[in-house]
């Protein structure tokens, strides 16, 4: 039967014609009758109850919110926002235009912009404004983009198009089969008035075009969970395609390896960067939503694989129950995602304790914790709202989106974020870009003006199969935490990939009123060297003491002061909001997106031959209260050793000891060498 103009030339060939749901179209194809059979088939989906997905086309929601109603009259006039820039077409959308790389752009070039649009949330938001106003136009327009796009973006032949401009990335295509698609189809499969049945047709060939498109070319990471999720919905959706079963198979049979390959024991996702794990995590869990809410079996051990990943959640999570912005990570809200993990967990009683915030279940029966394959130690004092809180990233590169961030932290005090990491921007090619994945971005120690450089090694080689080098103990009264940089292979200083100094960054939490940070730079010759060390402060302005060096910034009504041990040589100055000479002072707005604002960077400079040792204390206070450690004084330096007294606000003096093996001590606390 030769296809007619319009039609969808290879779809019916696509079916599995012997289901007895399609018995009008097997007759109508038998007969010799293609427009018969594509009536029929479009007919069937129309009607069918099942399979289901999260939306009931018989009665699909109808609120919109303010948000969604503008980007839905956006659309309208075919001006659409990506990556939170604006661009408007003409009557005709290109989708393959990039706005950011046009000449005279004021953006610097971000190849996101096109990947991101097509992802089409603009189009869900087209389609929830016809439900909830039920004007056409909505749904006509968003049928004509339909029709239009599935025309002039056929998938690629023969390989993985991941390029810049690409409309077919994998990660796209995935996503767009396991949310925008989907949703549209079920909002709008009952309306064949606004919906007509060539752009249905033309829509359901496309998303088994997609499927076949993501079984061929898995990736690996949070890419592959977001493709093999996308598969799966088609498999799901469409049980009448020929290859259904097996898009559903390869699927699960995808993600339940990656449980295992991409998830460490200790809950954390290979890219340790906690915005992506979050999405890992969601595709694997809306794998498993769909696959109960059609009654088909997942594989043994599936869900069960799933609790390590919420666990990382609560064990990270910060008192303002977020977590630290690690890698390319962003703000999540870890109740809504624990809420989530006691439906599938309903023993856990700690995960309903924070999602109801403390009005049901049971708080953790712990508080400090370290994941030894992510290398992150969390100091806390409680998992009240008004906690201390630090933690400390010790580990790996990371299998993606990774930053230049070894022996980094995150500090809060009295719940309030104190000292910040830069966190993520834009994927873009600007300066801001490369410093937040810089260590310039972070609160670490630079050498000669160089900084940590690890990156250029294949992407496996920066997955442990062991759990890293951290000494760490927690008791009642304390936290330690101590871990190098400098002594595994690829951890080097600057681009020419200098190994001349290791370092070495203990933390001592003297629970609850302070922390000690100590950084031992031991260098490989006898020459003298230049270190900083970084401390990134959210407030507005850091006040130095010119006297003993402190640093001090005031945030609400806390009060959180960095003082030093004072050692010849040692100098300190506060860079806000400084491009040039190079990039410092600055916390982006938000994840993927332009622009920052400025904040206090505390430089804290010494330079010397031999061992070095900064030894700083940081400690919040109540505004207007007195701080916990009154002075930090020097007592003896010998042989690569430091005695150094504390004085705290009660007049009690403490003893404290940076060995040369890289141990120390306070008092009768000892801790081990790294």
Request: aromatic fraction near 10%; charge should be neutral.
């Amino acid at each position: 039967m030769p296809a007619q103009e319009g039609e969808t030339p290879d779809l019916i060939e696509m079916l599995d014609l012997e289901r007895p749901e399609l018995q009008a179209v097997r007759e109508a194809v038998r007969k010799g009758d293609r427009q018969a059979a594509l009536k029929a088939f479009a007919a069937h989906l129309r009607s069918r109850k099942t399979p289901r997905w999260f939306i009931d086309p018989d009665a699909p929601p109808k609120d919109l919110s303010d948000a969604a109603r503008e980007w839905a009259d956006m659309a309208m006039q075919h001006e659409f926002v990506s990556v939170g820039i604006r661009h408007r077409f003409g009557d005709k959308i290109d989708w393959a235009y990039n706005p950011t790389t046009q000449p005279g752009s004021p953006h610097a070039p971000d190849h996101e912009w096109t990947w991101q649009l097509n992802r089409h949330g603009a189009w869900t938001c087209l389609a929830a404004a016809y439900n909830a106003t039920g004007d056409a136009r909505y749904a006509r327009e968003l049928a004509q983009q339909i029709r239009d796009w599935i025309r002039d973006n056929p998938p690629p032949q023969g390989r993985a198009l991941q390029a810049p401009y690409s409309r077919w990335r994998t990660i796209e295509a995935g996503l767009r089969m396991a949310n925008a698609w989907p949703e549209i189809y079920h909002r709008l499969i009952r309306h064949p008035e606004v919906f007509p049945d060539d752009v249905l047709l033309a829509m359901v060939r496309c998303m088994a075009q997609h499927a076949a498109y993501l079984d061929a070319f898995p990736t690996g990471g949070n890419w592959l969970c977001m493709e093999a999720n996308g598969l799966f919905h088609v498999g799901v959706l469409f049980p009448e395609f020929k290859d259904a079963a097996r898009w559903r198979e390869h699927a699960l049979e995808r993600l339940r390896r990656e449980i295992d390959a991409q998830v460490y024991p200790d809950g954390a996702q290979i890219e340790l960067t906690p915005g992506y794990h979050h999405v890992s995590l969601h595709n694997f869990v809306r794998t498993l939503e769909l696959a109960r809410l059609n009654a088909i079996p997942l594989p043994s051990g599936y869900q069960e694989g799933l609790e390590r990943m919420y666990d990382l959640f609560l064990r990270l999570m910060t008192p303002d129950r977020d977590v630290p912005p690690f890698n390319d990570s962003w703000s999540v809200d870890v109740p809504e995602i624990l809420t989530e993990g006691f439906r599938l967990f309903p023993s856990r009683s700690d995960y309903q304790w924070i999602a109801t915030d403390g009005k049901a279940g049971k708080p953790p029966a712990f508080t400090s914790h370290l994941f030894p394959y992510a290398g992150w130690a969390v100091m806390r004092t409680g998992w009240d709202r008004q906690a201390h809180y630090l933690v400390m990233d010790a580990g790996p590169f990371g299998y993606g989106h990774q930053h230049e961030d070894k022996l980094s932290f995150v500090l809060y005090a009295f719940g309030r974020r104190m000292i910040f990491d830069a966190g993520s921007y834009a994927y873009d090619a600007s300066e801001m870009r490369r410093y937040v994945i810089s260590a310039r971005g972070h609160n670490v120690i630079h050498v000669d003006g160089l900084e940590q450089f690890r990156r250029g090694g294949p992407r496996d080689g920066y997955v442990v199969k062991a759990p890293v080098r951290v000494v760490w103990r927690s008791e009642r009264s304390r936290d330690y935490a101590a871990a190098s940089y400098g002594t595994l292979p690829e951890e080097n200083w600057g681009p020419e990939k200098k190994r001349n100094v290791v370092q070495i960054r203990r933390v001592l939490f003297v629970k609850p009123d302070f922390w000690i940070l100590c950084d031992t730079l031991k260098p490989a010759d006898d020459a003298g060297h230049r270190y900083e060390s970084t401390f990134h402060l959210d407030a507005p302005e850091a006040q130095v003491d010119a006297e003993n060096l402190s640093v001090t910034v005031e945030k609400e009504d806390v009060a959180f002061r960095i003082l030093p041990l004072k050692v010849p040589g040692l100098s300190v100055r506060i860079i806000q909001g400084q491009m040039e000479p190079f990039v410092q002072g600055w916390l982006p707005k938000r994840h993927g997106r332009t622009g920052a604002g400025p904040r206090p960077c505390a430089y804290y400079t010494l330079e010397r031959s031999g061992t070095v040792h900064y030894v700083m204390v940081l400690m919040p206070a109540r505004k207007g209260k007195p701080f916990p450690v009154r002075a930090l004084d020097s007592m003896q330096e010998t042989g690569g050793e430091l005695t150094a007294r504390l004085v705290l606000a009660s007049g009690r003096s403490l003893r404290l000891r940076v060995l040369a093996d890289g141990g120390m001590e306070l008092d009768r606390f000892r801790a081990p060498a790294v």
